[in-house]
């Protein structure tokens, strides 16, 4: 009873620690978005200023939008809605968000191998997945760079996780700070993070491995300090028919309409 009573305290305690982080970085986020708009009102007639601190309200006010869906997908009451998705498609689809998000300093290439293929997933949770990838790459090259997405058949046998069968690997690679091995180790738990408050939030890999884990796959990250990180998402192969190829089936002959 003792035991139990004490690990229940041990649980409170650190719910409280992370209801306490999340409450902070929202704080400092409404601080920024306020301190924009009182600066806006103050100097209505001045179009420079205007929209430097209108860009920095938005800014935090994104930062914020991106910590919520964080924390929903993290949440497990969230369900994922899996279908067939063609990932070539699908990755050529969010490119251009992606680059809008990671901004002007950093290239991103494709290389994509997977025409016509589909894999099992949830779309909007992959995309989510791809862009928390992408920004972990962009702030491993601070002073910019490339990043490289690719899509391949990876036929899988054997392997001591997932079940034999055709995967589709997506990577997303950089050629940035690297991790130390202790640091990857750890960089799937949630709320792990090494940026300085307010820059991370520790979960972006957590609905990485929680989305791939859910549809069937898995995440692998094989990194080298000074040299680069290449995280690589496994996604089941798939024979159905993604949503945009399902057609309104046709009455057979002699069925009524
Ligand atoms: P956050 O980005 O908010 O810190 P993540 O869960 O996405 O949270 O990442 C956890 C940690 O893993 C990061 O703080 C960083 O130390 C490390 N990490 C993740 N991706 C990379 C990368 N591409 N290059 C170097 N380090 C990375």
């Known amino acids: 009873v003792v035991h139990a009573a004490l690990r229940q305290a041990q649980k409170m305690e650190a719910v409280g620690r992370l209801t306490g982080g999340i409450a902070h970085d929202f704080n400092n986020l409404l601080q920024g978005i306020t301190g924009s708009l009182d600066l806006i009102s103050r100097k209505p007639d001045d179009p420079g200023r205007v929209s430097r601190w209108a860009g920095?309200?938005?800014?935090?006010?994104?930062?914020?939008?991106?910590?919520?869906?964080?924390?929903?997908?993290?949440?497990?009451?969230?369900?994922?809605?899996?279908?067939?998705?063609?990932?070539?498609?699908?990755?050529?689809?969010?490119?251009?968000?992606?680059?809008?998000?990671?901004?002007?300093?950093?290239?991103?290439?494709?290389?994509?191998?997977?025409?016509?293929?589909?894999?099992?997933?949830?779309?909007?949770q992959l995309e989510m997945a791809v862009l928390n990838l992408a920004l972990n790459a962009r702030d491993a090259m601070p002073n910019g760079g490339e990043i490289l997405i690719t899509t391949r058949l990876r036929p899988l046998q054997g392997d001591a996780e997932l079940p034999d069968g055709d995967y589709v690997e997506l990577a997303v690679k950089d050629f940035g700070t690297g991790m130390t091995p202790e640091v990857a180790e750890r960089a799937f738990e949630p709320f792990f993070t090494t940026k300085e408050t307010g820059k991370g939030t520790g979960l972006g890999l957590s609905q990485v491995y929680g989305t791939l884990h859910q549809s069937g796959g898995t995440v692998r990250i094989d990194s080298t300090p000074g040299a680069g990180t290449t995280v690589r998402l496994y996604l089941r192969r798939t024979d159905g028919r993604s949503r945009d190829e399902q057609q309104p089936r046709l009455p057979a002959a002699g069925e009524a309409p």
Do not use: C, H, N
């Not at 910590?67 to 969010?94: H, M, N």
């Not at 901004?103 to 997933?121: A, F, M, N, Y």
């Open 56 to 124: 920095a309200g938005l800014k935090a006010a994104e930062r914020g939008a991106r910590l919520a869906s964080q924390l929903l997908s993290f949440s497990r009451t969230q369900k994922l809605e899996i279908a067939p998705i063609d990932i070539s498609k699908a990755v050529d689809g969010f490119v251009d968000m992606l680059r809008r998000s990671i901004g002007p300093t950093i290239q991103i290439r494709t290389d994509l191998k997977t025409d016509g293929l589909r894999v099992e997933g949830d779309q909007v």
